[in-house]
């Protein structure tokens, strides 16, 4: 599983995770409860499913907490000023493009005249 994946899916298993991070389980599952960053989705069944917000801002704790050997409160700090972007940000971003191309063509058609 690599990084195409995680953009071609929408939700991942905890398994999924610990691939795509190389974090282990145990780990996710306490950055969950300490950040309160990571917010999978809970199945009747009682699993999580994470999704790609989830997956970003756990490769961004393994950055700050491995290579910038910062401590759980260090990385804390430096996520106060780090944000992804979420869903609604997304729908918004795509629909600015299907927008802004709209335009592009009707302006593209009007010089055609």
Not at 8 to 20: A, M, P, Q, T
């Amino acid at each position: 599983m690599g990084l195409e994946e995680l953009e071609n899916r929408e939700y991942f298993s905890i398994g999924d995770v610990k691939r795509l991070t190389g974090v282990p389980e145990y780990s996710v599952r306490y950055w969950e409860a300490e950040f309160n960053l990571i917010r999978p989705i809970r199945l009747e069944s009682g699993h999580r499913r994470y999704t790609k917000q989830d997956v970003y801002t756990i490769l961004k704790i393994k950055d700050l907490i491995y290579k910038h050997k910062l401590t759980l409160e260090g990385a804390k700090k430096q996520l106060n000023n780090y944000r992804l972007p979420t869903n609604a940000d997304e729908k918004k971003s795509r629909t600015d493009l299907k927008l802004l191309t709209e335009i592009k063509e009707t302006l593209e058609d009007l010089l055609k005249e």
